[in-house]
């Protein structure tokens, strides 16, 4: 993300970041980020990042692909229940059909 600060999370403490740092842990990137951009935080993950964060987060901008995953494909946690959709936008993207959406926290 040019325009942002980016805190990677890793182990790799050597690892260099071009405008930002890196954090050992979940709550250590929240930290650093909130120093940075305190009224909004986006996560960018993998699986297992968003599952760590998603209960502390008050709004979700997704992309939603519409295409077929194979077996064994990690997905985005659960969040229907606790998030109610406030704007779906249709689009595309090299091809794909997608939408944009934003959910907030009930």
């Known amino acids: ?3 942002s600060y980016n805190v990677v999370i ?5 690892l ?3 405008k ?12 650093i980020a909130e120093k940075h951009e305190p009224s ?5 993950g993998g699986a297992s990042v968003f599952a760590q964060t998603i209960a502390r987060a008050s ?6 692909v519409d295409i077929a995953v194979p077996a064994g494909v990690k997905f985005f946690p659960e969040y229907a229940q606790d998030f109610h959709l ?3 936008t249709p ?6 059909n997608c939408r944009f959406s934003v959910w907030e926290r009930n």
Do not use: C, P, W
């Open 1 to 3: 993300l040019d325009d």
């Open 10 to 14: 890793s182990h790799n403490t050597e």
């Open 16 to 18: 260099k970041v071009t």
């Open 20 to 31: 930002g740092e890196v954090a050992t842990s979940i709550d250590q990137a929240l930290k």
């Open 40 to 44: 909004e935080i986006f996560v960018v």
């Open 59 to 64: 709004k979700l901008y997704l992309t939603i």
């Open 86 to 88: 406030i704007k779906e």
């Open 91 to 96: 689009g595309s993207d090299n091809g794909l």
